[in-house]
T-cell receptor, first 114, second 116 residues
Framework: NAGVTQTPKFRVLKTGQSMTLLCAQDMNHEYMYWYRQDPGMGLRLIHY???????AKGEVPDGYNVSRLKKQNFLLGLESAAPSQTSVYFC?????????????FGPGTRLTVL | GNSVTQMEGPVTLSEEAFLTINCTYT??????LFWYVQYPGEGLQLLLKATKADDKGSNKGFEATYRKETTSFHLEKGSVQVSDSAVYFC???????????????FGQGTILTVHP
């Protein structure tokens, strides 16, 4: 049981390049989330998904797209990377039910955009 | 909208000192409250939670009490260890009856360093 895994762990992009971050969970959770973590700002929600084939915008969705084609995977895409997207990205998942169910986090992806 | 405010850090303590990290929140309804911890190079882990007023969450010697009257959820530990060095995040989730889908609103995080 690996929990939540993220690929890659580190990446350096040039401005304008594109990339996809992959999140996978093996806990059969319905809900999945993408956050970004920036110094002094905590974690901010980018997009989330409440089930296979569904996605929704979070607090800071601009410049990102997501897809949830399989229940266990949640992809975060950057079509044209900008330096403002330099951050640490965390994926999380949670089972359905009450809102106080724990979110389980992956180890993060550190992205630098030059 | 919802918001969470934590005391600014970093916080530096000696081993066995008493720890308090303040957290206050603004939310509609009756949110659930959480403390998450992030150890160096890792993702976040749930430390403790409280789901209604006057609930006390506790884990690994850490405690926090949900105070609705002061909209606070301060984290405390009586005797910290070097291994407690980490970043601590206070967070809230809207009440279960809403359509928030368990989304978390985080505070900015407090860096704790404990010296031997």
């Amino acid at each position: 049981n690996a929990g939540v895994t993220q690929t890659p762990k580190f990446r350096v992009l040039k401005t304008g390049q594109s990339m996809t971050l992959l999140c996978a969970q093996d806990m059969n959770h319905e809900y999945m989330y993408w956050y970004r973590q920036d110094p002094g700002m905590g974690l901010r929600l980018i997009h989330y998904s409440v089930g296979e084939g569904t996605t929704a915008k979070g607090e800071v969705p601009d410049g990102y797209n997501v897809s949830r084609l399989k229940k266990q995977n949640f992809l975060l895409g950057l079509e044209s990377a900008a330096p403002s997207q330099t951050s640490v990205y965390f994926c999380a998942s949670r089972k359905t039910g009450t809102s106080y169910n724990e979110q389980f986090f992956g180890p993060g992806t550190r992205l630098t955009v030059l | 909208g919802n918001s969470v405010t934590q005391m600014e850090g970093p916080v530096t303590l000696s081993e066995e000192a008493f720890l308090t990290i303040n957290c206050t929140y603004t939310a509609t309804g009756y949110p659930s409250l959480f403390w998450y911890v992030q150890y160096p190079g890792e993702g976040l882990q749930l430390l403790l939670k409280a789901t209604k007023a006057d609930d006390k969450g506790s884990n690994k010697g850490f405690e926090a009490t949900y105070r609705k009257e002061t909209t606070s959820f301060h984290l405390e530990k009586g005797s910290v260890q070097v291994s407690d060095s980490a970043v601590y995040f206070c967070a809230l989730s809207e009440s279960a009856g809403g359509t928030s889908y368990g989304k978390l609103t985080f505070g900015q995080g407090t860096i704790l360093t404990v010296h031997p």
